[in-house]
């Protein structure tokens, strides 16, 4: 009897064992997926908290590029392409960008800023097992241009050398305002013989070279500087209009209307220009004693210089002319054609002359050699190469004659 309880009991127990085993493994197969996706979970999210950094990085990189195109002048395509290839290079792979300028959001839309907006699908792995949708994942970056300063001299040419010259015996004051120069050379802003300078700095994106002195605000010329946009760039040519118009060379004293002057113009005696807008097909010859001034009641005149022709004027003419201060051509003078090729313009005059407007040719060099400057110092030049051998006294703040700020020394920085 003993013999049989004690075998009875061993089966049981064996039975009991087995019970255990096939128990472990079931509840082991059971909590399998939720062991590994669990690990799997740890795993993909500090993958996607990478993956979002990644995508951060990329759309802050890709804000500062549209921001160096915009201050280049750029348009808004121009700029976009420019954030776009950014982002494509750091590896945006087959997500999404879109660029806003300005941003359409935030504390900066009324400012000169870049908004990038990346959109990006990520893999799952382990939590695949779960659900099969990707994870989204979105960066924005907002890169905000600040202007340092603001020019009343500048030259555009990214490359030449004294593409900014004051020679000579020139005195020339800027007040309020810089002297700015795009272009890469050690002397791309120079100051040689006995010219003297003041302004509130001298900002070139290469090197400055003075022979003597000058006197500026900042405490030092800012050089290796980003360069400047061209605040025209989006201006604008004027159209050509019928029939033409020609100047009556013989008379001593005309007025002239505007529209287009197909065979240029050749200014001698007393001539008044009547208010509006002049395109002129040919060169513009300002004689020795000429004068030269705005028909009453006058509203502002605009000069426009079709191709690569050019304006000489006179040392011993007087010249009396100012800008629209309202409309699409508000504060500008003279204006060359931007399609045109490599010449020269110059601006000469007595005493008495006064340019009153910006004075803008971007494909051709301009002599300033005159004497004076515009109605309470209102003058600008914005050209290709600018060489200055002329007393003037220059100001910025000309806002009520229609002139806008031309501004230098920008920087960048992501805000947000």
């Avoid at 900002?203 to 605000?217: C, F, K, M, R």
């Avoid at 040719?361 to 030049?381: E, H, I």
Wanted: with cysteine; proline share 4%.
């Amino acid at each position: 009897m003993n013999t049989f309880g004690r075998i009875f009991r061993q089966f049981v127990s064996r039975r009991l064992r087995r019970g255990e085993s096939g128990n472990v493994a079931t509840i082991f197969a059971l909590t399998l997926p939720i062991v590994v996706g669990g690990a799997g979970l740890g795993v993909e999210t500090s993958y996607w908290y990478y993956s979002s950094l990644k995508l951060q990085a990329t759309a802050d990189a890709a804000a500062y590029a549209g921001a160096l195109e915009k201050i280049q002048g750029s348009d808004n395509a121009t700029i976009t392409a420019a954030a776009t290839q950014s982002a494509t290079d750091n590896g945006l792979g087959n997500g999404t960008i879109t660029v806003h300028t300005p941003p359409t959001s935030g504390p900066n839309t009324a400012k000169k800023a870049v908004e990038v907006i990346l959109n990006q699908n990520l893999d799952r792995m382990f939590t695949s097992i779960f659900t099969q949708t990707k994870v989204p994942e979105q960066a924005r970056a907002v890169a905000l241009i600040t202007d340092a300063s603001k020019a009343c001299v500048l030259a555009l040419n990214q490359s030449a050398s004294q593409a900014a010259l004051f020679s000579g015996s020139t005195s020339v004051k800027l007040t309020g305002c810089s002297v700015m120069s795009n272009s890469s050379a050690a002397d791309a802003i120079k100051v040689q013989g006995s010219a003297g300078l003041q302004a509130d700095c001298l900002i070139s994106v290469g090197g400055v070279s003075l022979n003597n002195p000058v006197t500026t605000t900042c405490k030092s010329p800012l050089t290796q500087a980003l360069p400047a946009s061209d605040p025209f760039s989006s201006l604008p040519a004027p159209a050509v209009t019928t029939p033409c118009r020609n100047v009556n060379g013989g008379k001593s004293a005309q007025t002239l209307v505007s529209g287009t002057y197909c065979s240029g113009m050749n200014l001698n005696g007393n001539v008044a220009l009547s208010s509006g807008t002049y395109v002129v097909q040919g060169n513009l010859k300002i004689n020795a004693g000429a004068v030269i001034t705005c028909a009453a009641p006058c509203t502002g005149v605009t000069i426009y210089m079709t191709g690569s022709n050019t304006i000489s004027m006179n040392g011993n003419a007087t010249v009396t002319l100012s800008a629209p201060t309202s409309g699409t051509y508000s504060g500008v003078l003279f204006y060359g054609d931007r399609t045109g090729t490599a010449a020269q313009s110059t601006f000469n005059g007595t005493a008495t002359s006064s340019l009153t407007g910006a004075i803008y040719f971007p494909k051709q060099q301009v002599n300033y050699l005159g004497n004076f400057s515009g109605a309470n110092g209102c003058t600008q030049v914005v050209a290709d190469t600018i060489q200055w051998s002329g007393n003037s006294t220059i100001n910025q703040n000309c806002s009520s004659l229609g002139l806008q700020d031309i501004p230098a020394a920008p920087s960048v920085a992501i805000v947000e």
